[in-house]
Structures are given as C-alpha cells and as structure tokens.
C-alpha cells in the first residue's frame, strides 16, 4: 500500500527536514506540502541539515496549494489530532487502528498520514475528510509532542503494521548448557569450594541450591560452563598452593 | 518502575532539548548527561527552545562525568545501538524485549535508557554493561535515526508497556442501527428510487442488495438513518413536484 506523509502549513524549516529523515529511516519517501510557510523550504540549510542524508524524500517532495492536490489517490485518510473534536471521524490510537485495518498490500491504493501547523494544528474542515483522527497517546500533563516526533511514532507504527524490518543480532548464538552440563558443574563448583574453605560439608546449608538456581536463572551457555569450570578448577589450585 | 534516560556525550543542544520534550510527553523525566559536549547544555538557547516547554525535565537534568554516576539506582540498561556487535548482549526490538520483561512495577529497581554520541554511538565497553542492546527496526538502506527520534520511538513504546495512557475519543458515541433500521431504510430507498425513476420494479437488477452491502459496511448510525430517509423523502417529493 502506498503510503504518503501531508505536512499543512507547515512553519519550522527544521521541522520539513526532520520529517523527511523520520520517514526515510522507515522507509517511505513520500512528502507533500500544502502551502508551507517558506515557498523554498525544500532547499533551506536548516531543512538539508535536520533531513541528514534522507535528500531523496526532499527531492521527490511536491508543494501544493490544496489538500485536494495532496491527497490525489490516497484511499485512507488518517488526521494527526492532539485534542479530540466532538464532531468527525473516531480517534483512536495508531496501534489499535493499524490492527484493525483489513490486511494490506492486496486492494492497491494509498495511506495518508496529515499533519497540521506546529501551532494550530488540523483544521476541523480538514480532519472530516479523514477516516480516522489518529491520536498518539501522550501524558495527558504534556501533550506537546513535536511534528518530526509524530511523524516518527506513527511512521514507525505504520512500518511495523506493514510487516516490519528484522533486527538482526550479531552477537553468535550460543548453546544453552543442559541439566547434566549444569549438573556437572555444579558439583565441580562443590568440591572446590569446599577446598577454598568456603563450604562446610558438614553444614552445607542452602548454598549448592542456590548456586543451582543462580546457573538456571543465568541460562549459561555451554561456553559459560566451561569458563565456570575453569575458575572452580583455579579455586582447587589455589588452595593446594597455599596448603 | 523508575525510568532514566541516559545521554552519552551527545554534541547537539538541540538533541538534548528535543530529548526533553520527547521524555516528557510520554511521561518521563530523568534525564542524565554524560560528559555532554557543552558544560551549559542545559541552559543554552537551542535546548531550551527544542524543549518546548518541557522545562522541568531540563531543571531536574543531572550532568555527571562517569556512566558509574548516571546508573546509580538501575537494575535494568538497555543499550541503544543500530549496529550490531558480535560480542555482548542479545539485540532486540524494543516492543519484542518489553513484552518479555516480568510484570513492572512490584519489584521497585529502575530502567535505564542508554543513548551513544551522534557520531559514534554507543561505546562497547558500555554496551557490554547492559542487559540487552535495543535496535529499533529501521530500513536497511537507511538506518540514520535522530536520537530524539529514537528516544520519542523507545519512550512510547515503554509506556505503552507500563500501561500507557488513555486515548480520548470526544466524538459523541453513536448508536449504531440495527437490522431492522436498515430494512426499513432498504425499503424507503427502494419506494425512492422508483419515484424517481432510477429503479425498475420489473427489472430491479442487483441495486438494492448492492446498497444493502454498502449500508452495512459504512455500519450506519441511527443518526445517518435518519440523514438517509430525509433524503429518500425528499426524493419522493421531488418526483412528485416534476409531474
């Protein structure tokens, strides 16, 4: 489904580029701006600067006189709206929206996400030709959420209710020990605390219990054992050096 | 459970202020600099103009030298790093990590939200400190994310983890029509559109089942039933002024 970003009179330069950079780092690079306050704010330092690197989407963006304009073949209309209105679409938050919408991809058409003035705002005439008031749910002492930072949110929340990017982990996967590994180990640590002096074996106490629930909770990798090993084997060499 | 968010030698004012205000409205306020780039950071123009009033988040900014300093208290970091190292702990996806975590809130400790330098990132020595590296899924083309773009994405979704907050829909909930509502409008439409000549009684086609399917998805309120057969009256009425 394609999906595009409408900024309404916009004020801040450093906002337009802010804004490109939060959809390009999730990967939409649509932008249309409905009579922003500067006619050449896509070329303004401010704008380049906070954009960072996302100049494709200030590229491709268009300036246009008209919401009409902005929306040409959008089919779902989401207004951003900090204060609820007693008349028009729903609210909901972006989350519980982007469930519910039957699944994407398939009937083709396009998503609109529209932002309104830093300082006013969505005007009402605007938000009724949406199908939903989208509203990030903020501390209701501070609702002031900045533009770029909405734009971030819901782009982030659009991109995961497409389906998301992966999270690749390089950190090499390790094989958890089994309970004979754990086993193992644990009585190797039990003779050689018993040879540092730590453990009485005539009044053992709790302490190999526990130290069994620490490995467990830990979930030791195979490599952690024998590191483990080694310190208990240390332990033993020690206590013979000093005897 | 308590939350900080931990700066590590970031160079911007303006990313320290639009930190503030991210933290703030989602309800955070403990913010820790470290070895900031400006000594004055919290007083200077840019910040407190990014802040947008989020001032008592700037005011209660502790500024320390040493990460030892800024983690006092925490019993759980989360590291924020968009390349993955291939040592340390596991990288996650902030919603994936926050739905595993146990229950908040019984266990007092605190979360800690660690943010790299806007150059460098994340430091390794201080990676390996933390519980889990926090990756935020971005495009693979262009993963250049704003570090206030990055805290508002990790502070929404960790309060929409502890709960989050409600959304209010000012919109007058309205009553939905049944299906006897909708047959009775069916069946003065159908009179309707007879009247006016647009429907054949001896050749109806599929029109009414058509705008019977159509009803039930718009899932007419009791209101627009009523809208709906004003007009059907007034088609009538009109059929009835031309002949």
Not at 133 to 146: E, K, Q, R
Request: proline residues 5%; contains cysteine.
């Amino acid at each position: 489904m394609h999906t595009r970003f409408i900024l309404i009179e916009t004020s801040h330069a450093g906002n337009v580029g802010a804004t490109a950079r939060a959809m390009r780092v999730m990967g939409f690079d649509d932008l249309v701006l409905v009579r922003p306050r500067w006619a050449n704010v896509l070329r303004r330092e401010e704008t380049i600067q906070r954009a960072s690197g996302a100049l494709n989407v200030l590229e491709n963006a268009r300036i246009v006189d008209t919401l009409d304009e902005a929306l040409d073949g959008m089919t779902h209309m989401c207004a951003t709206a900090m204060t609820p209105r007693d008349f028009g679409p729903p609210t909901r938050a972006p989350r519980e929206h982007f469930a519910q919408l039957p699944a994407q991809g398939d009937a083709g058409g396009g998503m609109a996400f529209l932002f309104g003035s830093e300082r006013f705002g969505m005007k009402n005439e605007d938000v009724y030709r949406c199908n939903v008031a989208l509203s990030i749910p903020t501390d209701p002492n501070f609702g002031s959420l900045n533009i770029a930072g909405a734009v971030q949110v819901i782009a982030y929340e659009w991109r995961l209710a497409l389906g998301g990017y992966a999270v690749q982990d390089a950190v090499a996967t390790s094989v958890q020990a089994d309970a004979a590994q754990i086993a193992g180990l644990l009585s190797h640590w039990q003779q050689s605390l018993i040879d540092i002096g730590f453990l009485d074996p005539q009044a053992p106490k709790k302490l190999m219990p526990r130290l069994n629930q620490l490995f467990n909770r830990a979930a030791l990798s195979e490599e952690e054992v024998h590191i483990l090993r080694g310190i208990a084997k240390a332990m033993t060499q020690a206590s013979q050096r000093k005897s």
